[in-house]
């Protein structure tokens, strides 16, 4: 699943090409999303003008003025900018044609993603439903070590379910939280209450560092994404834990475990991030 960095990265691969840029034709050859689109869709966008090329978790944001065009990627999905005229191959759902000559194609193979459109008049957009409920960006000042902490307390969940939580933080997927708690030396085990104060800030200020060094480099090269110039990410090269299951750690050389929470891969250093169990009071 494309992750915060590969949609940031795509946001900014896609802007250069169609902010400020008037919307001339919407092609919808599949409406079956996630979310049926709607079918007046082409009616509301053509003649609008892209004002602004936004992202809010892993919702691509496209302003206009009268309103904002949503898009997620879901599972597998990509926007590629491509000259109008390119014909549509395999699972090519959505084409949004600029006057500048170019298009906005979105491919999503197992049809996970979404394009929903806010209309200006329901509000400001933060109250659309899927964005209401989302916790601060990560890289935001909003996102912090006393936040994190504050939250934290009476949560006997893990921390890395407690932090991939989008309620409580955008963005920590998989990858990257299994990466922010390596360096902050936590296993994922760990119920979240227990965290200190230190712990909380350590952890949020490296969820912030690989987050941006993700960002960065493009973005984690995963075999379903293909950033807007259909070129992989490169961050994968730089991993510490993830995916190195039996592999020498790379501070102390001890094997790396996989383990699964919550349905999901978890890479962790034994000698690095050992799990300190509780100790509970004998009645």
Same mark, same amino acid.
């Given at each position: 699943m494309p992750e915060? &960095?590969?949609?940031?990265?795509t946001r900014r691969g896609i802007e250069p090409k169609i902010d400020r840029q008037t919307i001339t034709k919407v092609v919808i050859r599949n409406p079956n999303l996630r979310w &049926?689109?709607?079918?007046?869709? &082409?009616?509301?966008?053509?003649?609008?003008?892209i004002q602004e090329v936004a992202r809010r978790g892993k919702y691509l944001l496209l302003k206009t003025a009268k309103g904002t065009l949503l898009v997620h990627l879901g599972m597998s999905g990509n926007l590629r900018v491509l000259p109008v005229g390119t014909p549509a191959q395999k699972h090519d759902h959505v084409d949004i044609e600029f006057d500048n000559g170019y298009l906005l194609r979105l491919n999503d193979p197992r049809r996970f993603g979404a394009v929903l459109w806010h209309d200006a008049s329901k509000g400001d957009l933060e109250s659309h439903e899927r964005l209401a409920d989302l916790g601060p960006e990560p890289l935001s000042d909003d996102?912090?070590?006393?936040?994190?902490y504050k939250l934290?307390?009476?949560?006997?969940?893990?921390?890395?379910?407690?932090?991939?939580n989008s309620h409580v933080v955008v963005g920590a997927g998989n990858i990257y939280a299994n990466e922010a708690l390596f360096l902050s030396k936590i296993h994922p085990l760990t119920p979240a209450q227990q965290l200190t104060k230190t712990q909380c800030e350590t952890l949020a200020n490296n969820i912030k560092k690989v987050l941006a060094a993700a960002i960065e480099q493009g973005g984690t090269t995963l075999?379903?994404?293909?950033?807007a110039d259909g070129k992989p990410g490169y961050f994968v090269q730089k991993l510490n834990v993830y995916g190195r299951d039996k592999q020498a750690c790379p501070v102390c050389g001890t094997p790396i475990e996989r383990l699964v929470l919550?349905?999901?891969a978890s890479y962790v250093c034994p000698k690095c991030q050992p799990l300190k169990r509780s100790r509970t009071k004998k009645a």
């Open positions: 915060l &960095p590969e949609v940031e990265t &049926p689109i709607d079918s007046d869709l &082409p009616e509301k966008l053509t003649g609008l003008s996102f912090n070590g006393a936040y994190l934290s307390r009476n949560r006997k969940v893990a921390v890395k379910s407690f932090i991939m075999k379903d994404f293909l950033n919550n349905q999901r």
